[in-house]
Structures are given as C-alpha cells and as structure tokens.
C-alpha cells in the first residue's frame, strides 16, 4: 500500500526486545516538495509486552518540525488505513507526520489487557484509560510537547476527545 508515496518505504519493525528503526529517504530531487524521510519503529512502552508501532514523515530539508500531526484509526483497523493520506499530509511545511497502531492491533504489540471495574462508567474509563495512557506515554517518549490528534470513526473519535480532555497538550 506504501507504493503511492512518491519516495521509498521502510520495511516494518517487528521486534519489541531490540526494537529496530527502518528509514528511507527520497532523494532532492527525485521529489518536488523537497526531500522526505519515512521511518517505521516499535517504541517500547512500560509494563510487559507493551510498544506502538509508529510511522512518522519527515520533511528533511526544513529545522525539525514544530507542528506534529498524529493520525490513529479505528476499530478493526491500523495505520495503514491513512496510506493514501501520507503523501499529501506530509507535503505540509514545518509538520511532521506520524501514524501510529494502537496497542493490539497493526504491528503494535498485544499485551493482555483485563477489566476490573463492575460498572458501565468504570469498564469505558479503564478501556479508554488504557489506550490513551498508551498515547501519552508514547508522546513523551517522541519529545513532543503538542500535537494535533486525527481520528478515524467513532472509535478513534472517541479516544481523541477523551484525551484532549485529560491531557491539554493534544488539539
């Protein structure tokens, strides 16, 4: 699916224990809106068993990005849902791309994962907790201070409004 980008593609990470980083870069010239870096990599979260796969654009010519675009899915899906949005996305001066699957799905690890609460309110606010503490932890990881958030359905629609709410960093 990565073909439709006008450069080269990383081949995925697979390995949470040494978590490899897979780049690849167009050349200037071979790419009219300047030279662009794709990088795949699993970052390793805390706990057991816990990393998001990541793909991130880079625009290589310009100081590093002060904008940052994080598009996650929805159900049943991963960060390739966004392949026919990479190109055009990343052709944006200062913004920085970045795709990410979520914890058990795409590429992303599949840790175990149980509810404790009783009630309605409690299982939704464990669930969600869950992915967007994910989120979180994987923002200070990246040393990104603000971004901007894109969900796909109600799903990722969900989590992204639950987690501007908890956390102010996200717009």
């Not at 593609?9 to 949470?16: K, L, M, N, R």
């Not at 816990?50 to 654009?57: T, V």
């Not at 040393?143 to 901007?148: D, K, Q, Y």
Request: charged share 20%; proline share 8%.
């Amino acid at each position: 699916m990565l073909s439709f980008l006008p450069f080269h593609h990383p081949t995925p990470a697979v390995s949470i224990a040494n978590p490899p980083t897979e780049l690849s870069a167009s050349p200037a010239e071979a790419d009219p809106y300047g030279p662009r870096e794709c990088t795949s990599t699993l970052v390793p979260l805390s706990g057991k068993n816990r990393a998001l796969n990541e793909f991130s654009i880079t625009r290589t010519a310009e100081s590093p990005a002060k904008n940052h675009l994080v598009l996650i899915h929805g159900y049943g899906a991963g960060l390739a849902f966004f392949f026919r949005n990479f190109d055009a996305l990343s052709r944006v001066p200062g913004w920085k791309v970045w795709s990410l699957d979520l914890l058990g799905y795409g590429r992303s690890s599949r840790p175990s994962f149980t509810i404790h609460a009783k009630d309605p309110e409690g299982k939704i606010s464990e669930a969600e907790d869950w992915f967007i503490d994910a989120l979180e932890e994987w923002r200070k990881e990246r040393g990104i201070e603000r971004f901007t958030l894109i969900g796909i359905q109600v799903y990722a629609n969900g989590y992204a409004f639950a987690a501007d709410i908890r956390y102010q960093d996200i717009h």
